[in-house]
């Protein structure tokens, strides 16, 4: 069985984030790929393996795919 992706498009705004809508994409979808940018830090992959972590607990399949190997240190 492929691996079936349907594009996501939805608008955020920094000033109000509407739980809802996120809601609803955790309830509508069965999987998830989590990417973060080029050379990533510290930061972007604690984000990566916290958010695939919840996403786990909700029994989502979750894949991390990133350009950048992960760095050593």
Same mark, same amino acid.
């Given at each position: ?6 594009? /996501? !498009? ?9 739980? =809802? &809508?996120?809601?609803?994409? @955790?309830? !509508?979808?069965? !999987? ?6 080029? =050379?990533?830090? $510290?930061? $972007?992959?604690? !984000?990566? /393996? $916290? @958010? *695939?972590?919840?996403? &786990?607990?909700?029994? &989502? &399949? ?9 760095? *050593?240190?």
């Amino acid at each position: 069985m492929g691996l079936v992706t349907k594009p /996501i !498009s939805y608008t955020w705004t920094l000033t109000m984030i509407n739980f =809802n &809508k996120l809601q609803d994409i @955790l309830e !509508s979808h069965n !999987s998830f790929l989590l990417t973060c940018h080029v =050379n990533p830090d $510290a930061d $972007a992959i604690g !984000s990566e /393996i $916290a @958010l *695939y972590e919840v996403l &786990k607990k909700l029994g &989502k &399949k979750v894949y991390i795919i990133n350009h950048s190997l992960t760095p *050593y240190n």
